[in-house]
């Protein structure tokens, strides 16, 4: 149960920490997109960098990324390697959302940029396409109203990040050990929208479609 446990971990950690957004800006325009207007490795950045084309290709590929590491657990869970006796050892769903987080924690935590990586929006909604699909259409509804409200998309990504696990539970699920899990993963990816937080609330937030003002400092932190 250990090993299986500690398979899942290290294959979605590994997963989650391919930086796209980095290595997509490097490979096709030759620069570091962390120098870049707030310095995040995500596909909101990549976009406002310029190239609007990689930034969904880092949104596609963050999210597959995700999704691809809970599908691996899905299978491991239902493989010869997770039969003790005539009952599976752990529950599919324990499984798959221990992917989840290790995938997030992968592209927050890439091991290949120092440790320093994105915020896990993408991600997090791709490992939840398969954990909890009804949730994530209900969340991507609160996401467009948000923003369209707001026209802040980093307010979108908070709001709906926190109301993915109230959503999970009112849909019905009683699988605590998931439901901890996949807090873990919201509040992780609110703690790495703190600056954007801090903007909101100062009113220099930038806005979705408006021209995003050239930061320095503390704001170039990933």
Not at 13 to 33: A, E, T
Not at 47 to 66: H, P, W
Not at 159 to 182: E, N
Not at 203 to 212: D, L, M, T, V
Request: glycine share 10%; aromatic share 8%.
């Amino acid at each position: 149960m250990t090993v299986i446990c500690i398979t899942v971990a290290v294959v979605a950690y590994l997963l989650g920490s391919i930086p796209f957004g980095y290595l997509l800006v490097k490979i096709f325009r030759g620069q570091d997109i962390r120098l870049t207007g707030s310095g995040n490795i995500g596909a909101t950045n990549v976009a406002r960098s310029g190239a609007k084309g990689l930034g969904i290709a880092t949104l596609l590929l963050d999210a597959a990324k995700g999704l691809l590491a809970v599908w691996f657990a899905s299978a491991l869970a239902q493989s010869s390697f997770n039969t003790c006796g005539s009952t599976p050892c752990l529950p599919a769903k324990e499984l798959m959302s221990l992917a989840a987080l290790f995938a997030v924690l992968g592209h927050v935590f890439t091991v290949w940029l120092k440790f320093r990586g994105g915020k896990g929006v993408a991600t997090a909604l791709g490992t939840f396409v398969l954990l909890y699909p009804r949730a994530v259409l209900i969340c991507l509804a609160v996401f467009v109203v948000i923003v369209a409200v707001s026209r802040y998309i980093s307010l979108g990504s908070i709001v709906s990040a926190a109301a993915v696990p109230v959503v999970i539970y009112m849909l019905g699920s009683r699988d605590w050990l998931a439901l901890l899990m996949i807090s873990a993963i919201s509040l992780l990816v609110i703690v790495k929208h703190q600056q954007n937080i801090g903007r909101i609330l100062a009113g220099n937030e930038n806005r979705f479609g408006s021209r995003k003002p050239p930061v320095t400092g503390m704001e170039k932190q990933i």
